[in-house]
């Protein structure tokens, strides 16, 4: 079973930036799709953006070009750096992933979120 663990939220200001951190755990897997989804209150979720297995990524047009997605392949990691925050981006912060195991099932995990809150 892969567990997932998020990290780097915070509070902090409008134009500022945080870093998130996903930490895939567990053996005989593979990482597919990697994402982050962000849930506001009295809001769906929704997908903030997702990383392949081969670096092709895709934002939210809310996003784009304050947000960047990257991942460690080496160590199952994934990160989201955010710049320019608005108070729009405060939300509760989930890591999301769709792999295979080493007898070929797919599977998909979140992590527990964490809170990102943009103080004006």
């Known amino acids: 079973q892969v567990q997932l663990v998020e990290s780097g939220g915070g509070l902090v200001q409008v134009g500022g930036s945080l870093k998130l951190s996903c930490v895939s755990s567990?053996?005989?897997?593979?990482?597919?799709?990697m994402g982050w989804y962000r849930q506001a209150p009295g809001k769906q979720r929704e997908l903030v953006a997702g990383i392949t297995n081969g670096d092709i990524r895709n934002y939210a047009d809310s996003v784009k070009g304050r947000f960047t997605i990257s991942r460690d392949h080496t160590k199952n990691t994934m990160f989201l750096q955010m710049n320019r925050l608005k108070p729009e981006d405060t939300a509760v912060y989930y890591c999301?992933?769709?792999?295979?195991?080493?007898?070929?099932?797919?599977?998909?995990?979140w992590g527990q979120g964490t809170q990102v809150t943009v103080s004006s």
């Open positions: 567990g053996s005989d897997f593979r990482l597919n799709v």
């Open positions: 999301t992933v769709e792999g295979t195991t080493t007898r070929g099932l797919r599977f998909s995990s």
